[in-house]
T-cell receptor, first 112, second 116 residues
C-alpha cells in the first residue's frame, strides 16, 4: 500500500550542529505534508507544514524542503538544541478525508 | 488558548472490559480525528468526524470499536470487550479543516490504554 517512510530511524547530533531528517513518500496525489515532534509521553506537536505547490518553507530554526520529482521531504533544524531531542514524524494527507498517514519516525538525540 | 485535551491520560483495563476515552477538541474546530499509536510506531488513522457526522470509520480495527461526537464538539471512543492487542496510545486531533480544505491537525496528549 501507499505509505510514508523514513530513511534514518535514529540520528545523533552535537549541540549547535544542524540536523537533517529525511522522509520518502509514495502517494503522488498527496498535496499537504506536515512534520511533527513527539516527546516521550506527549502527543505529536506541530512543527511546520508545506503544500505541494511549494518546494521550501521556513519557520523559526526549521526549514522543510519538498522534492516532488523524487517524492522526498526533509526537515532541517538549525543550531540543534538539547530540547530538540524527540521523535520526528513526517505525515501526508493521503487519506480520503484529510486524515494523515504517518511514517515510523526518526529519533533525534542531541549530545551536549 | 486551550489545546486538545484527552481523558483519562492512563487507563488499565482487564481483558474483556469496556473502556471509554474522551476527547475535547479546540473550540470551533470542525474536524476531529482519532488515531491509534502502537509503541515505537507512528499514529494510524481510526476515524474522522466533521461536526457531528462520522464521515470515515475505515480505520477502526473491529466492530468492538465505536466512536461518537453527538453535538459536534466532545468525542468519545469506546472499545468493547478489550483485548491485549488494543493496548496502545489513543490520540485525538482537531482541525479547522472542512470539506476539501486542509489545515494542520492539533493533537492531544493521548490516552495510554493497557489491557492486562
Amino acid at each position: 500500500g501507499e505509505s510514508v517512510g523514513l530513511h534514518l530511524p535514529t540520528l545523533s547530533v552535537q549541540e549547535g550542529d544542524n540536523s537533517i531528517i529525511n522522509c520518502a513518500y509514495s502517494n503522488s496525489a498527496s498535496d499537504y505534508f506536515i512534520w511533527y515532534k513527539q516527546e516521550s509521553g506527549k502527543g505529536p506537536q506541530f512543527i511546520i507544514d508545506i503544500r505541494s505547490n511549494m518546494d521550501k518553507r521556513q519557520g523559526q530554526r526549521v526549514t522543510v524542503l519538498l522534492n516532488k520529482t523524487v517524492k522526498h521531504l526533509s526537515l532541517q533544524i538549525a543550531a540543534t538544541q538539547p530540547g530538540d531531542s524527540a521523535v520526528y514524524f513526517c505525515a501526508e494527507n493521503g487519506g480520503s478525508q484529510g486524515n494523515l498517514i504517518f511514517g515510523k519516525g526518526t529519533k533525534l538525540s542531541v549530545k551536549p | 488558548g486551550a489545546g486538545v485535551s484527552q481523558s483519562p491520560r492512563y487507563k488499565v483495563a482487564k481483558r474483556g472490559q469496556d473502556v471509554a476515552l474522551r476527547c475535547d477538541p479546540i473550540s470551533g474546530h470542525v474536524s476531529l480525528f482519532w488515531y491509534q499509536q502502537a509503541l515505537g510506531q507512528g499514529p494510524e488513522f481510526l476515524t474522522y468526524f466533521q461536526n457531528e457526522a462520522q464521515l470515515d470509520k475505515s480505520g477502526l480495527p473491529s466492530d468492538r470499536f465505536f466512536a461518537e461526537r453527538p453535538e459536534g464538539s466532545v468525542s468519545t471512543l469506546k472499545i468493547q470487550r478489550t483485548q491485549q492487542e488494543d493496548s496502545a496510545v489513543y490520540l485525538c486531533a482537531s482541525s479547522l479543516a472542512a470539506g476539501t480544505s486542509v489545515y494542520e491537525q492539533y493533537f492531544g496528549p493521548g490516552t495510554r490504554l493497557t489491557v492486562t
